[in-house]
């Protein structure tokens, strides 16, 4: 009996698995530089109803943003994030699987996990702002363009991020317009210092996007605990109850002697 029971509850779990599966798609598109995977990821998200697992980068420049969701939404995404990393020069490849099989999940980083936040709880100054990207091919003509960008606008620095052969991103945040006025300060001085290879400005960046993106550790703000006193009602009798006199010492013939005054 015990067998069959525990023969019954796999056959379920099993076929859990295969419905979660069933109507679920994954969608991978690879460009040549981190601005364009972050903007290609930032319109698959806005064209379609998926989710942004996050990005995979593999060196020589080579970066990929993995999305899941329904197979209709990850073609329309894919579709999307093709024609976006093309306007940007920077397609190398892309795919649809329309119900990858679990293994696949399980050992390559395509798991279809939504993205989270690195530390839970935790929140960034900088959130809700527009995004700016400015890459460039070596160090100094990054650290060139960051200083260009933050004393051409009031902008802030939040990351930077390495993907290979070279290649770096600053990362800023700010409004729009200051965005805007950093990054075309910050392409000058990468090009007078070195070699720019790709620049991004997101306006409006959606929450999941934010998520993806490296923060410094310097911006994020843990959320402390509120701390209130739990036993204030049970302190409080305890304080009026000694304060009471006590009965036993009180002079028990006053009334007495007034009547024998009289």
């Not at 679920?24 to 942004?52: N, W």
């Not at 060139?144 to 960008?149: E, L, N």
């Not at 306006?203 to 996007?209: F, K, Q």
Request: aromatic fraction near 4%.
């Amino acid at each position: 009996m015990e067998t069959y029971n525990q023969r019954d509850i796999n056959t379920v779990q099993s076929s859990r698995r295969q419905d979660d599966f069933r109507d679920t798609a994954l969608g991978l598109v690879s460009t040549a530089s981190f601005p364009a995977i972050v903007g290609t990821a930032d319109m698959m998200l806005k064209s379609a109803g998926v989710h942004l697992v996050g990005y995979e980068k593999i060196g020589s420049g080579h970066c990929t943003a993995i999305v899941r969701g329904g197979i209709a939404d990850v073609r329309l995404a894919v579709e999307s994030g093709v024609q976006t990393a093309e306007q940007f020069g920077q397609l190398i490849s892309s795919l649809v699987i329309p119900r990858p099989y679990p293994n696949l999940d399980v050992v390559l980083p395509i798991t279809n996990r939504l993205s989270k936040f690195i530390d839970e709880g935790s929140y960034s100054r900088l959130s809700n702002l527009a995004i700016g990207l400015v890459e460039t091919r070596g160090f100094p003509a990054m650290v060139g363009a960051c200083d260009a960008m933050l004393k051409a606008a009031d902008v802030q620095l939040s990351a930077y991020e390495k993907i290979g052969a070279g290649l770096c991103t600053a990362i800023i945040r700010g409004s729009v317009a200051n965005v805007a006025v950093a990054v075309e300060a910050g392409m000058y001085e990468a090009e007078r210092i070195g070699e720019l290879n790709a620049v991004m400005v997101i306006p409006r960046p959606l929450g999941e996007l934010e998520q993806t993106l490296p923060v410094a550790s310097c911006w994020i703000e843990e959320r402390q605990p509120l701390k209130l006193p739990i036993n204030i009602k049970e302190q409080v009798a305890e304080i009026e109850v000694m304060r009471l006199p006590d009965l036993a010492k009180l002079p028990a013939k006053v009334t007495e002697e007034i009547w024998n005054d009289e």
